[in-house]
């Protein structure tokens, strides 16, 4: 007496299959809200870099005069064609808050740039027109509020990590903060304070009139 085996057809499998990995979530996200589960299966940091090592020295002839502090919260979604939201795409809440610096560039003034009057109590002094430099980002106060993730992504996940989503918000974010610096009217409070500070400095020396201009 013979038994046969009966075989499963191919949509049961990938029935069987998808059953399974959505049970290994739910368990994953049962675990994580069990109080005192994290105590037990709990992750240790170590850091085993290496001395960072200095690669160049750069003389700097530019005066910061001025300082701004920027946030922005940012709103990146990101959808695959013919596929709801639900089963493929990212949408990622982000605050981004940083530092902009408005500099003039004293290492471009030259003598001819320098007028000091015959009786050497007055001066003229052609200055560029300041810049605003890189913005730079805070991560202590830069922060994720949101993310939300297609089924197809968060299985992606679980096999490999991906940096780019959070290289992404952040580089829009200091994108949206150096615009927001153009029209801060930082680089105008920068010579404004360049020139407040030449002035207190070349009346100290015994220049009892200080002019500053900007502009090649």
Do not use: C
């Not at 399974?20 to 049962?30: N, P, S």
């Not at 809440?93 to 009057?117: F, I, P, Q, W």
């Not at 927001?180 to 920068?190: I, N, Q, Y």
């Not at 360049?194 to 500053?212: C, D, I, K, P």
Request: proline share 4%; net charge positive.
């Amino acid at each position: 007496m013979t038994t046969s085996v009966r075989r499963l057809p191919g949509w049961a499998k990938a029935v069987a299959v998808l059953v399974l990995v959505l049970a290994v979530l739910f368990a994953g996200i049962r675990l994580a809200v069990l109080p005192g589960i994290n105590d037990l299966f709990g992750t240790e940091t170590h850091d085993r870099s290496g001395p960072a090592l200095l690669r160049s020295i750069q003389d700097m002839s530019r005066y910061d005069a001025a300082s701004g502090d920027f946030q922005v919260v940012v709103d990146l979604e990101k959808d695959a064609k013919y596929l709801p939201s639900a089963i493929r795409g990212t949408r990622t809440l982000y605050v981004g808050a940083g530092t902009v610096d408005a500099y003039v560039d004293l290492g471009r003034v030259g003598e001819k740039d320098v007028r000091v009057g015959g009786d050497r109590t007055s001066a003229t002094i052609r200055l560029p027109h300041a810049r605003l430099g890189r913005p730079a980002l805070d991560p202590d106060h830069s922060y994720a509020v949101s993310k939300q993730r297609g089924l197809l992504d968060r299985l992606g996940d679980l096999f490999s990590d991906n940096p780019d989503s959070e290289q992404a918000v952040q580089k829009l974010a200091v994108r949206h903060i150096a615009d927001a610096a153009k029209d801060s009217g930082l680089t105008a409070r920068a010579e404004t304070n360049t020139t407040g500070m030449l002035r207190g400095l070349l009346r100290s020396l015994g220049f009892r009139e200080v002019h500053v201009v900007y502009g090649s």
